[in-house]
């Protein structure tokens, strides 16, 4: 079934909303998000909101996948010249959001819950794969590596660590660290090469700063 094309006006009304949404989930978290302030906010009436998007999860879960799918897509465009480098990009980069965005942290956590497979999980395993095919071609994959199995597992490994953290915001930074070690551990069983060394060495450090 095809998609109805939005008029110039309906798509600036969804845009006005998401955004919207996106701006009371920084100030009051997931949970705090009224359905009423967003609509009023918006410049939409309450029935709007529920006739387009029926529920509030669902509202939510459009807004934050959006917002995380523009950052993985920005992460994916990026100029790098290694495959390892890539997926170092892609730590950093996913450290830097849990750590200057925990509302998103949050949300996304909760959202993941109920919502594991969508158009955000196929975004973000494609970034990985990209990065798992660049070692590919650099020499330094295994032989036997399925790329779609690893990508796929490499974004749920992620996925777990931003639930860990909303079950223990105190971690902060650290659990930046443990999402590095997490991804790289995983890199060196399946790398040789140049590759295998990097990880190694990303490993290492990313060891020492973890608090024991």
């Known amino acids: 079934m095809k998609t109805r094309q939005l008029t110039v006006r309906q798509q600036q009304r969804r845009d006005r909303i998401l955004d919207t949404a996106r701006e009371l989930i920084a100030v009051y978290g997931y949970d705090g998000v009224r359905m009423r302030e967003l609509a009023e906010r918006a410049g939409v009436s309450p029935k709007t909101l529920y006739d387009q998007y029926n529920s509030k999860e669902n509202l939510l879960w459009v807004a934050v996948e959006e917002k995380l799918s523009d ?3 920005a992460i ?3 100029e790098i010249d290694t495959g390892i480098d890539r997926l170092n990009h892609i730590a950093r980069s996913l450290s830097e ?3 200057e965005s925990p509302a998103y942290a949050l949300a996304l956590a909760k ?7 969508s158009e955000f999980a196929d975004i973000a395993t494609a970034t990985y794969s990209k990065a798992l095919a660049q070692i590919e071609m650099e020499g330094d994959l295994e032989p036997w590596i399925d790329i ?6 490499l974004h ?13 915001q105190s971690l902060g930074a650290e659990r930046a660290r443990l999402v590095t070690l997490d991804l790289f551990l995983t890199v060196r069983a399946i790398s040789t090469g140049n590759t295998h060394r990097r990880a190694t060495e990303i490993c290492q450090r990313a060891q020492a700063t973890i608090r024991h």
């Open 71 to 73: 950052a993985y897509r």
């Open 156 to 168: 749920q490994h992620v996925s777990q660590h931003y639930l860990a953290w909303a079950a223990d």
């Open 148 to 153: 779609p199995s690893i990508a796929s597992l």
């Open 97 to 99: 959001a849990v750590v």
């Open 76 to 78: 994916d465009a990026a």
């Open 111 to 117: 959202l993941l819950t109920t919502n594991a497979a």
